[in-house]
Protein backbone atom coordinates (compact mmCIF):
# COMPACT_ATOMS: atom_id res chain seq x y z
CA UNK A 1 0.00 0.00 0.00
CA UNK A 2 1.67 3.40 -0.95
CA UNK A 3 1.13 5.97 2.01
CA UNK A 4 1.70 8.77 0.09
CA UNK A 5 -0.97 7.85 -2.63
CA UNK A 6 -4.18 10.51 -2.43
CA UNK A 7 -6.80 9.25 -0.12
CA UNK A 8 -9.75 7.80 -2.35
CA UNK A 9 -12.26 10.88 -3.17
CA UNK A 10 -15.48 8.66 -1.90
CA UNK A 11 -13.13 8.29 1.27
CA UNK A 12 -13.37 11.56 2.69
CA UNK A 13 -15.16 12.47 5.59
CA UNK A 14 -15.84 16.54 5.67
CA UNK A 15 -19.15 16.38 7.91
CA UNK A 16 -20.18 14.22 10.96
CA UNK A 17 -21.83 11.43 9.70
CA UNK A 18 -25.01 10.55 11.54
CA UNK A 19 -26.12 7.61 13.66
CA UNK A 20 -28.86 5.23 13.00
CA UNK A 21 -30.94 4.93 15.95
CA UNK A 22 -30.39 7.93 18.31
CA UNK A 23 -31.77 5.61 21.50
CA UNK A 24 -28.56 3.78 21.24
CA UNK A 25 -25.88 6.38 19.63
CA UNK A 26 -22.13 7.54 20.87
CA UNK A 27 -23.59 10.93 20.60
CA UNK A 28 -26.48 12.85 18.46
CA UNK A 29 -24.63 15.89 18.25
CA UNK A 30 -25.08 17.07 14.73
CA UNK A 31 -21.69 18.32 13.89
CA UNK A 32 -17.66 17.67 15.39
CA UNK A 33 -16.97 18.60 18.37
CA UNK A 34 -16.11 22.45 18.29
CA UNK A 35 -12.63 22.06 19.68
CA UNK A 36 -11.80 19.03 16.85
CA UNK A 37 -12.86 20.90 14.24
CA UNK A 38 -10.70 24.28 14.87
CA UNK A 39 -7.93 22.06 15.99
CA UNK A 40 -8.23 20.57 12.29
CA UNK A 41 -8.43 23.79 10.91
CA UNK A 42 -5.53 24.85 12.17
CA UNK A 43 -3.96 21.75 12.01
CA UNK A 44 -3.38 20.94 15.65
CA UNK A 45 -4.05 17.77 15.80
CA UNK A 46 -1.02 16.49 16.61
CA UNK A 47 0.02 12.46 15.74
CA UNK A 48 -3.52 11.74 14.81
CA UNK A 49 -2.90 11.93 11.00
CA UNK A 50 0.25 9.99 11.43
CA UNK A 51 -1.05 6.75 13.65
CA UNK A 52 -3.27 4.13 12.30
CA UNK A 53 -6.17 3.51 14.57
CA UNK A 54 -7.21 -0.54 15.34
CA UNK A 55 -10.53 -1.54 14.96
CA UNK A 56 -11.45 -4.88 15.88
CA UNK A 57 -14.30 -6.59 14.58
CA UNK A 58 -16.02 -9.64 16.61
CA UNK A 59 -18.92 -11.77 16.86
CA UNK A 60 -19.88 -15.48 16.61
CA UNK A 61 -18.82 -17.71 13.84
CA UNK A 62 -21.06 -17.20 10.47
CA UNK A 63 -22.31 -13.85 11.56
CA UNK A 64 -20.47 -11.93 8.38
CA UNK A 65 -18.02 -10.13 9.72
CA UNK A 66 -15.68 -10.89 6.74
CA UNK A 67 -18.87 -10.01 4.55
CA UNK A 68 -19.09 -6.74 5.92
CA UNK A 69 -15.80 -5.66 6.08
CA UNK A 70 -15.73 -6.68 2.39
CA UNK A 71 -18.35 -5.06 1.20
CA UNK A 72 -16.92 -2.15 2.26
CA UNK A 73 -13.42 -2.26 1.44
CA UNK A 74 -13.78 -4.46 -1.94
CA UNK A 75 -17.28 -3.65 -2.53
CA UNK A 76 -17.75 -7.26 -3.00
CA UNK A 77 -20.37 -10.32 -1.36
CA UNK A 78 -19.41 -13.91 -1.37
CA UNK A 79 -22.68 -15.77 -0.64
CA UNK A 80 -19.99 -19.23 0.13
CA UNK A 81 -19.32 -19.64 3.81
CA UNK A 82 -15.57 -19.20 4.26
CA UNK A 83 -14.36 -19.44 7.69
CA UNK A 84 -12.04 -17.18 9.07
CA UNK A 85 -8.93 -19.12 10.28
CA UNK A 86 -7.15 -16.52 13.26
CA UNK A 87 -7.22 -13.48 11.70
CA UNK A 88 -7.19 -11.15 8.72
CA UNK A 89 -6.94 -7.58 8.38
CA UNK A 90 -7.45 -4.58 5.70
CA UNK A 91 -6.44 -0.85 5.57
CA UNK A 92 -8.48 2.04 4.90
CA UNK A 93 -7.17 5.17 4.42
CA UNK A 94 -9.62 7.88 4.99
CA UNK A 95 -9.12 11.81 5.39
CA UNK A 96 -11.70 13.70 7.94
CA UNK A 97 -11.72 17.11 8.25
CA UNK A 98 -8.75 17.39 6.22
CA UNK A 99 -6.44 15.23 8.21
CA UNK A 100 -5.08 11.73 6.75
CA UNK A 101 -6.71 8.70 9.26
CA UNK A 102 -6.31 5.15 8.54
CA UNK A 103 -8.35 2.51 9.98
CA UNK A 104 -6.87 -0.83 10.20
CA UNK A 105 -9.57 -3.18 10.46
CA UNK A 106 -9.14 -6.78 12.22
CA UNK A 107 -11.43 -8.97 11.27
CA UNK A 108 -11.49 -12.24 13.48
CA UNK A 109 -12.37 -15.66 13.78
CA UNK A 110 -15.46 -16.74 15.42
CA UNK A 111 -15.14 -20.35 15.05
CA UNK A 112 -14.43 -21.34 19.06
CA UNK A 113 -11.13 -23.67 17.53
CA UNK A 114 -9.56 -20.16 16.48
CA UNK A 115 -10.60 -18.26 19.34
CA UNK A 116 -7.53 -18.00 21.01
CA UNK A 117 -5.44 -16.70 18.43
CA UNK A 118 -7.52 -14.33 17.29
CA UNK A 119 -8.14 -12.89 21.25
CA UNK A 120 -4.25 -12.52 20.72
CA UNK A 121 -4.99 -9.60 18.59
CA UNK A 122 -7.66 -7.86 20.11
CA UNK A 123 -4.96 -5.31 22.00
CA UNK A 124 -5.00 -1.70 21.44
CA UNK A 125 -8.23 -1.42 19.52
CA UNK A 126 -9.57 1.91 19.31
CA UNK A 127 -12.86 0.33 18.50
CA UNK A 128 -14.68 -2.54 19.18
CA UNK A 129 -17.00 -3.97 16.43
CA UNK A 130 -19.23 -6.25 17.59
CA UNK A 131 -21.20 -7.85 15.01
CA UNK A 132 -24.55 -10.30 15.14
CA UNK A 133 -26.98 -11.69 13.29
CA UNK A 134 -30.50 -10.55 13.14
CA UNK A 135 -32.10 -13.51 12.30
CA UNK A 136 -30.83 -15.29 15.38
CA UNK A 137 -30.96 -13.94 18.64
CA UNK A 138 -28.21 -16.56 20.40
CA UNK A 139 -25.76 -14.28 18.94
CA UNK A 140 -27.02 -11.27 19.89
CA UNK A 141 -26.62 -13.25 23.60
CA UNK A 142 -23.44 -13.67 22.70
CA UNK A 143 -22.10 -10.18 21.73
CA UNK A 144 -22.06 -10.09 25.91
CA UNK A 145 -19.31 -12.41 26.09
CA UNK A 146 -17.76 -11.07 22.98
CA UNK A 147 -17.54 -8.16 24.64
CA UNK A 148 -16.19 -9.11 27.54
CA UNK A 149 -13.46 -11.02 26.14
CA UNK A 150 -12.28 -8.12 24.07
CA UNK A 151 -12.52 -5.45 27.31
CA UNK A 152 -10.03 -7.81 28.77
CA UNK A 153 -7.42 -6.71 26.56
CA UNK A 154 -8.44 -3.00 26.21
CA UNK A 155 -8.81 0.06 28.69
CA UNK A 156 -12.84 0.00 28.88
CA UNK A 157 -12.44 3.85 29.16
CA UNK A 158 -10.56 3.97 25.97
CA UNK A 159 -12.41 1.96 23.30
CA UNK A 160 -15.68 2.86 21.58
CA UNK A 161 -17.87 0.26 20.77
CA UNK A 162 -20.44 -0.42 17.74
CA UNK A 163 -23.24 -3.05 17.95
CA UNK A 164 -23.99 -4.14 14.39
CA UNK A 165 -26.87 -6.40 13.43
CA UNK A 166 -25.67 -8.24 9.97
CA UNK A 167 -27.90 -9.87 6.90
CA UNK A 168 -31.03 -7.46 7.77
CA UNK A 169 -32.32 -7.97 4.16
CA UNK A 170 -33.04 -11.67 5.35
CA UNK A 171 -35.55 -10.24 7.87
CA UNK A 172 -38.66 -9.09 7.32
CA UNK A 173 -39.88 -5.94 8.06
CA UNK A 174 -42.13 -7.34 11.37
CA UNK A 175 -39.23 -9.48 12.37
CA UNK A 176 -36.37 -6.82 12.09
CA UNK A 177 -38.59 -4.24 14.20
CA UNK A 178 -38.71 -6.80 16.83
CA UNK A 179 -35.38 -7.55 17.06
CA UNK A 180 -34.40 -4.07 16.83
CA UNK A 181 -36.13 -3.20 20.34
CA UNK A 182 -33.82 -6.10 21.98
CA UNK A 183 -30.79 -5.28 20.05
CA UNK A 184 -31.28 -1.35 21.24
CA UNK A 185 -31.43 -2.68 25.04
CA UNK A 186 -27.96 -4.47 24.64
CA UNK A 187 -26.51 -1.45 22.98
CA UNK A 188 -27.63 0.70 25.97
CA UNK A 189 -26.57 -1.55 28.69
CA UNK A 190 -22.79 -1.83 26.75
CA UNK A 191 -22.93 2.06 26.11
CA UNK A 192 -22.43 0.88 22.26
CA UNK A 193 -23.70 2.64 19.21
CA UNK A 194 -25.82 0.61 17.42
CA UNK A 195 -26.40 -0.32 13.31
CA UNK A 196 -28.08 -2.72 11.02
CA UNK A 197 -26.74 -3.59 7.91
CA UNK A 198 -26.72 -5.82 4.80
CA UNK A 199 -23.60 -6.77 3.41
CA UNK A 200 -25.42 -8.70 0.45
CA UNK A 201 -27.13 -5.61 -0.53
CA UNK A 202 -24.96 -2.41 0.80
CA UNK A 203 -27.35 -0.96 2.88
CA UNK A 204 -25.96 1.10 5.44
CA UNK A 205 -22.78 -0.34 5.32
CA UNK A 206 -20.73 2.82 3.54
CA UNK A 207 -22.50 5.31 6.40
CA UNK A 208 -21.37 2.44 9.37
CA UNK A 209 -17.85 2.45 8.57
CA UNK A 210 -17.51 6.11 8.00
CA UNK A 211 -19.39 7.13 11.37
CA UNK A 212 -16.75 4.58 12.79
CA UNK A 213 -13.73 6.33 11.21
CA UNK A 214 -14.88 9.94 12.32
CA UNK A 215 -16.22 8.64 15.86
CA UNK A 216 -12.17 7.04 16.15
CA UNK A 217 -11.09 10.46 14.68
CA UNK A 218 -12.87 12.80 17.05
CA UNK A 219 -11.63 10.98 20.05
CA UNK A 220 -8.41 10.43 18.55
CA UNK A 221 -7.88 14.04 18.23
CA UNK A 222 -9.87 15.04 21.36
CA UNK A 223 -7.31 12.59 23.51
CA UNK A 224 -4.72 14.20 21.62
CA UNK A 225 -5.43 17.70 23.02
CA UNK A 226 -6.43 16.59 26.49
CA UNK A 227 -2.43 15.14 26.67
CA UNK A 228 -1.72 18.52 24.83
CA UNK A 229 -3.41 20.98 27.60
CA UNK A 230 -1.93 18.71 30.29
CA UNK A 231 1.27 19.91 29.34
CA UNK A 232 0.19 23.95 28.81
CA UNK A 233 -0.93 25.11 31.90
CA UNK A 234 -3.78 28.01 31.99
CA UNK A 235 -4.35 26.88 27.67
CA UNK A 236 -6.32 23.88 28.81
CA UNK A 237 -8.53 22.76 26.31
CA UNK A 238 -12.35 22.74 27.91
CA UNK A 239 -14.70 19.77 27.20
CA UNK A 240 -18.14 21.04 27.84
CA UNK A 241 -19.35 19.59 30.89
CA UNK A 242 -22.76 19.63 29.40
CA UNK A 243 -21.93 17.37 26.63
CA UNK A 244 -23.52 14.23 26.29
CA UNK A 245 -20.99 11.75 24.75
CA UNK A 246 -20.51 8.92 26.52
CA UNK A 247 -16.64 8.89 25.50
CA UNK A 248 -16.28 12.34 26.88
CA UNK A 249 -17.83 12.16 29.89
CA UNK A 250 -16.43 10.39 32.93
CA UNK A 251 -14.63 7.06 32.16
CA UNK A 252 -16.61 4.22 30.66
CA UNK A 253 -17.97 2.36 33.86
CA UNK A 254 -17.37 -1.46 33.04
CA UNK A 255 -20.59 -2.60 31.56
CA UNK A 256 -22.80 -4.33 33.35
CA UNK A 257 -22.18 -7.42 31.15
CA UNK A 258 -18.82 -7.96 31.99
CA UNK A 259 -19.25 -7.45 35.66
N1 LIG B 1 -28.10 -12.80 3.00
C1 LIG B 1 -26.97 -12.40 3.58
N2 LIG B 1 -25.98 -13.28 3.82
C2 LIG B 1 -24.84 -12.84 4.41
C3 LIG B 1 -24.68 -11.47 4.76
N3 LIG B 1 -23.47 -11.33 5.32
C4 LIG B 1 -22.91 -12.56 5.30
N4 LIG B 1 -23.72 -13.46 4.76
C5 LIG B 1 -23.45 -14.90 4.56
O1 LIG B 1 -23.19 -15.49 5.83
C6 LIG B 1 -22.14 -16.44 5.74
C7 LIG B 1 -21.05 -16.13 6.72
O2 LIG B 1 -20.43 -14.89 6.37
P1 LIG B 1 -18.94 -14.51 6.85
O3 LIG B 1 -18.76 -13.07 6.56
O4 LIG B 1 -17.95 -15.44 6.29
O5 LIG B 1 -19.06 -14.78 8.42
P2 LIG B 1 -17.96 -14.51 9.55
O6 LIG B 1 -18.63 -13.83 10.67
O7 LIG B 1 -16.78 -13.84 8.98
O8 LIG B 1 -17.59 -16.02 10.00
P3 LIG B 1 -16.22 -16.51 10.73
O9 LIG B 1 -15.08 -16.05 9.91
O10 LIG B 1 -16.32 -18.01 10.80
O11 LIG B 1 -16.22 -15.94 12.10
C8 LIG B 1 -21.69 -16.47 4.27
O12 LIG B 1 -22.33 -17.52 3.61
C9 LIG B 1 -22.18 -15.13 3.73
O13 LIG B 1 -22.48 -15.15 2.35
C10 LIG B 1 -25.75 -10.55 4.47
O14 LIG B 1 -25.70 -9.35 4.73
N5 LIG B 1 -26.86 -11.08 3.88
MG1 LIG C 1 -14.84 -14.41 8.77
Known sequence: MNVLAPVRR????ADLPQCFRKEAALHTRPEFHSSVSSACQEQR???????????????DLAVGKTCLINRFCKDTFD????ATIGVDFEMERFEVLGVPFSLQLWDTAGQERFKCIASTYYRGAQAIVIVFDVNDVASLDHTRQWLADALKENDPSNVILFLVGSKKDLSTPAQYSRMEKDALKVAQEMQAEFWAVSSLTGENVRD???????????SSVLAELERGSARRIGDA??????????YLSAPRKKPKCCQ
Open 10 to 13: DRVV
Open 45 to 59: TGTVGFKISKIIVVG
Open 79 to 82: KNYK
Open 208 to 218: FFFRVAALTFE
Open 237 to 246: VRIGSTESDL
